[in-house]
């Protein structure tokens, strides 16, 4: 197994994907040509989610809603904390362009906020409130792929005019659920500085720590967004699968239409037990089809459940 770069995170060997997902996301990957020149600073996975998950974790407009974004820049001690809403291409009448990259984007918005300089540096500097300021862009590929750029400038920062910090959100669908998540970083100079690649270093380090630090929310928040759904399934199971026990124990005992010795045989039982029996049999049909949608995402812990409701399993 290639060795990996104490620089870059990764919590889950390729290895164990779907071979013909993980063919599918490899190809994405080899065809994004801006994150290949970029340091790759986290290479992971989030597993039971969507690719529609995390586009409604980055695209809800927070502007003085609180929402995620904005909360995890507070969490930062970032303050003055100003986020637009997403623009696409009919608003702007224009087309959206990265610089960085050079390619389209669908949405764009900007975020500002303000923090203390000394926590930037890390040197022991006098506290001094710095300003950043950011270009966001969102585009998504069909049901593939979600790049999610940024482009980051700051004030009141050493040699703050030379350089931009750019980073790269690769989030690629490996399976039903679950997704790949690759983040690049890349230093820009705009003109030449004193002590380029100290401020390079700096700034490198700086930036892997807080998107890392952003990953790990993004996917405390998607988790939370799959423990939600999963409660809902549950409660709406549970509703469903009612009636289903009492219909199977009753069922062997009352609805008999021929004896053990073959001939046909009339048996008389509740009129209502048919339509019940009837009922169930529908929903029987359909939790074969769930079953088997289940097994398909290693889906284990929702069989579980409907086997404990069907009093099939008692733990």
Known sequence: MRKLSPRMVQVRDPSSFDKKAG?????????????????????????????????????????????????????????????????????????I????????????????????????????????????????????????????????????????????????????????SELSVKVGLFVVFKKQALL??????????????????????????LGKVNEERTLAQQLALQEFLTPIPRVIDLCPSSLQFCNPMGQNEVVETDPSLFEEFENAKLKLRAIRLFFKDCEERDDFETLKFILGKMNVVND
């Open 97 to 176: 362009v990265d610089d960085f990259s050079g390619e389209s984007f669908l949405k764009r918005r900007t975020v500002t906020a303000t923090f203390n300089k000394a926590q930037f540096l890390r040197d022991g500097s006098p506290s001094v409130e710095a300003k950043q300021m950011q270009e966001q862009y969102f585009r998504q590929e069909k049901d593939q792929k979600i790049v999610f750029a940024s482009s980051t400038k700051m004030e009141k920062v050493p040699f703050a005019d030379a350089f931009e910090v750019h980073t790269r959100w690769v989030v690629t669908q490996l399976r039903t």
């Open 23 to 95: 063919s599918d996301q490899l190809d994405l990957q080899r065809r994004d040509k801006t994150l290949s020149k970029m340091e790759v600073i986290v290479s992971s996975t989030i597993p039971d989610v969507s690719l529609e998950d995390f586009s409604k974790v980055f695209l809800t407009d927070e502007q003085g809603q609180g929402g995620f974004y904005e909360s995890w820049m507070r969490e930062t001690d970032r303050e003055n904390i100003e986020i637009s809403q997403w623009e696409d291409e009919d608003s702007l009448e224009t087309l």
């Open 196 to 221: 380029e690649s100290k401020i390079r270093a700096g700034a490198t380090k700086e930036g892997r720590r807080t998107q890392l630090d952003l990953f790990l929310k993004t996917r405390n928040a």
